[in-house]
C-alpha cells in the first residue's frame, strides 16, 4: 500500500468490542488504486493484526513490517480519526425519503419493492444518524394518512350489502395490518431509537392504528353500518343460522386492537342481548314446562361462552353472562319454582332439581328464593300425611320415605348445602307437630311393630339403619312424653308375653333414646329391663326350690316380678282361677315373700300367658294363649256348650275383655270354639261350644296376638296418664320458678314456663294449674296488682 494512500478508521466503543464502520462515497481521499493494490505482493497484502493495542486517545497504531520492501528501513503505520465528520451529500435527505415513499407506496398498493430491504433499512438509519429523524417520522406519518384517507371512499356507498360490507371491512383491515408490518420493518431503527427517546410520540405500529380508528373506524356512518352488521351476525348465529365466525372474529379483534369495542360495539351488543333474552324469556316461560326451560337456559349459558371463547372479547363476559341469568332467571325466579318445584319433587326428578340448584346459585336470591320454596313444598306435603287421620296407619312410614326423599336431594342436587339441611329441619319439627301428640304415639307405636318377634321384613342391619331413621323423626316431635309412654306400654307387653324380636335390638333402641333424651328420660325403661333379668333368676331358684320339695305337680309356673315405679300401670282384675294354679300361685307368694320380707305382691293375670295341650279329633295340640283364654277354654273340660252368661260367671273376666277374648277363640283364624249363632259380635244369649274337629299343620298352634293388640281403652288410659303426668310437672315448674323469683307478672310467669317446659302447652291450661296453686295455698295474687302472683312460704 502506498504511503500516499489515506484511510478513516473510525472505532465506537460498545461494552468490551469496537465496531468499525467504514463510510463510502463521502470524499475522494476514500479512494484506493486498485492498480497499486494488485502490484503488492501476497505478503504485503497479510496485515499483522497482533501488534494491535488500543491507544488512549482513541487511535491504534499498527506495526506492519511485512509491507517495507526488503533493504529499506522499518516505518510505522499510524491511523488516525478525521478530524471533521464527513459530510453528506446535499441532496441525500430527498433522495433517500424519494427512494423510502416509493417503497412504502409499493407496499400500499401491494406492487413489487424497487430496493432490498436491507438497502432501505439502511437509508433509515443514515438519516436518524444524521438528525433527520422527526422529519422522516413526519413524512411517514403523512403517507400512511394519506394512504387511509384513500380508503374511506369504498365505504360510503349507500346500496352495499352489509356482508360485502362487512367483508370489505375486514379486507381493508388485515391489508392495513399487512401494510404497518411490512412499512414498520422498513422504519424498525427508527422505532427503537427516535419513537423510543419520545415518549410523546407514537410507535409506528400505534402511528397507524390511530390514523385507521381517527379515519375510518370512528366514521359515524362506517362504524354504525358495521356494528349494526356485526350486530346482525350475531342475532342470526343466536337463532341458529350459520354466519362466518372467523369474519365477526376478526373485525370484533379490530375494534379491540383500535380500543373502541367498548364505546362503539359492547354497549349496543348488551343492549340487543338484553332485549332477546327478555322477549325470550316471557315467551318460553308460557309455552314450555320447567324441565324444558332449565335446559333452555343451560343451552343458552353454553353458546354464550362459546362466543366469547370463539369472537367475544374477554372484557364483555362479566356483562353478557349477567344479561343472560337477570332476564332467563332473576326475572322468572318465582314464576318457576311456583310452577315446577313441587312436579319436580314429587318425582324425584334428579337430574332437573340440580340443573335447578345450580342455575338459581349463579343469581342474586336464587337459593333464598328456592330454599324458601323448599321449606314450603315439605310444610305442604308433610301437611297432608301427618293431618289425615285415614293415613295413621302408614303416616310413619310416609315420613320415613318422605324424609329418605328430601336427605336424597340435598345431598345429590343441593351440595349438602347448610341452608336447605337447615330448612328442612326446621320445616319437619313444623309439619310434625301440627296434629299435637299423635305422630309421637304412632311413632312409638311403628317401633313396637319393628321389634316385636315374627318381624322378618329385615336384617339386623337393616333393622339398626331402620332404628336410626325413626330417631330422626323423634327428634322433631315436641310430644316425647307421649312417646314414653306409649313406647313404655308397648315395651312392656313385648317383654312380658315374650314378643321381642331382639334384646340387642331392644338395648339399642334404649341407648339411642338415652342419647338423644339423657339418662332421665330412660330409667324407668332400662328399670324394666333389669326386673325381667332378676326374675330370669327369681324362676330359676323357684325351680330348683320345687325340685328339692317336690311339690310340682305337673303344672310349670313362671313368675315375673315387676318394680310398680319402672312399668306401666295396670287396672287391678279380680278373676276366678283354676284351683291348680292358685295352688302354685299362693305357693310362689310364700316363697318369694319368704326371701324378701316387707314387700308386697299384687298379680296382674292381664298380660299373663300359658301352654295347654288340647285333644282334638284330629290329633293333639299345643295351644299358646293369653290367660284369660286358658280361663274359657279350661272351662270346656267341664262341658261341650257353654252360654255367655255362664262362662262371665264362671271366670270373672271383664265384660269388654271376655267379649274380645271369645272372638279370638270363635271369630278368628284359628277357631277352636264354634259360636252360634254365627257372626262377628258377641251377644248375651250367644252360646259356645268346643271345635272337636278342628285341623291345623301346625303342632303349636299360636292364639294370644289379642294381647299385643291395643284396646281403645288402652289407648284412651294412656293419653289420660300422659296428661295427668304434664299437670304434674307444669305444677311442678310453676312452684320452682315461683320459689325462685319470689314475685313475678303473669306474662314473666308464663314466658318462663315456655322455657321450663319440654311439651307443648296453651297458655289457657298453664292459666288453669295456676289458678289451681293458688286455691291449694302455693301462691297468691299480689293485693295492689292482680296481674302479679307471690310465692307463699
Known sequence: MSGSAKTSVVFEEGGNQCRKRCHTNLSNELQCKRTKIDDMSASEKKSNFSMLSPNTNGTLKMTASSMNKPGTTTKKLVIKNFKSKPNLPENYQETTWSKLREAVIAIQTSKAIAYSLEELYQAVENMCSHKMASQLYVSLTNLVE????????????????????????????????????????????????????????????????????????MNTLIQTRTVDGLLLLIERERGGDAVDISLLKSLLRMLSDLQIYQDAFEHKFLQATDRLYAAEGQRLMRELAVPQYLAHVEKRLKEEHERLLHYLDPCTKWQLIHTIEKQLLSEHLTGILGKGLEALMDGPRLADLKTLYNLFSRVTDGLNELCNHFN????????????????????????????????????????????????????FEHFINQRQNKPAELIAKFVDLKLR??????????????????????????????????????????????????????????????????????????????????????????????????????????????????????APAEVRLPPALTRHQDHFAKFYLNKHSGRKLQWQPTLGHCVL??????????????????????????????????????????????????????????????????????RDDDRFSFHADFTNKLFRIKINQIQMKETSEEQKATEERVFQDRQYQIDAAIVRVMKMRKALAHNLLISELYNHLKFPVKPADLKKRIESLIDRDYMERDKDNQNQYNYVA
Not at 427517546?197 to 390514523?211: F, V, Y
Not at 320415613?400 to 320445616?427: G, H, I, P, W
Not at 272351662?635 to 277374648?661: C, Q, V
Open 453 to 570: 318377634a315374627g318381624n322378618k321384613e329385615a336384617t339386623e342391619e337393616e333393622l339398626e339403619r331402620l332404628l336410626d331413621k325413626i330417631m330422626v323423626l323423634f327428634r322433631f316431635i315436641h310430644g316425647k312424653d307421649v312417646f314414653e309412654a306409649f313406647y313404655k306400654k308397648d315395651l312392656a307387653k313385648r317383654l312380658l308375653v315374650g314378643k321381642s324380636a331382639s334384646v340387642d335390638a331392644e338395648k339399642s333402641m334404649l341407648s339411642k333414646l338415652k342419647q338423644e333424651c339423657g339418662g332421665g328420660f330412660t330409667c324407668k325403661l332400662e328399670g324394666m329391663f333389669k326386673d325381667m333379668e332378676l326374675s330370669k333368676d327369681i324362676n330359676i331358684t323357684y325351680k330348683q326350690h320345687l325340685a328339692a320339695s317336690s311339690e310340682g305337680g305337673g303344672l310349670e309356673l313362671s313368675v315375673y316380678i315387676l318394680t310398680m315405679g319402672f312399668w306401666p300401670t295396670y
Open 146 to 217: 394519506a394512504h387511509v384517507k384513500a380508503n374511506i371512499e369504498q365505504f360510503l356507498s349507500e346500496s352495499m350489502d352489509r356482508q360485502v360490507f362487512l367483508k370489505r371491512m375486514d379486507d381493508c383491515w388485515r391489508a392495513h395490518c399487512r401494510q404497518m408490518i411490512m412499512i414498520r420493518s422498513i422504519f424498525l431503527y427508527l422505532d427503537r431509537t427516535y419513537v423510543l427517546q419520545n415518549p410523546n410520540i407514537h410507535s409506528i405500529w400505534d402511528m397507524g392504528l390511530d390514523l385507521f380508528r381517527h379515519h375510518i373506524a
Open 613 to 682: 295341650r288340647a285333644h282334638f279329633t284330629q290329633g293333639n295340640k299345643e295351644l299358646q294363649v293369653s290367660l284369660f283364654q286358658a280361663l274359657v277354654l279350661l272351662l270346656f273340660n267341664d262341658g261341650d256348650s257353654l252360654s255367655f252368661e255362664h262362662i262371665k260367671a264362671a271366670t270373672n273376666i271383664e265384660d269388654g275383655e271376655l267379649r274380645r277374648t271369645l272372638q279370638s277363640l270363635a271369630c278368628g283364624k284359628a277357631r277352636v270354639l264354634v259360636k252360634s249363632p254365627r257372626g262377628r259380635e258377641v
Open 376 to 427: 314450603a313444598y315439605i310444610k305442604k306435603k308433610g301437611r297432608t300425611i301427618v293431618i289425615e287421620p285415614e293415613r295413621d296407619k302408614t303416616m310413619v312410614s310416609e315420613l320415613l320415605e318422605f324424609k329418605e326423599q328430601l336427605d336424597n336431594v340435598v345431598s345429590t342436587c343441593f351440595q349438602r348445602n347448610d341452608r336447605f339441611l337447615y330448612s328442612m329441619r326446621e320445616a
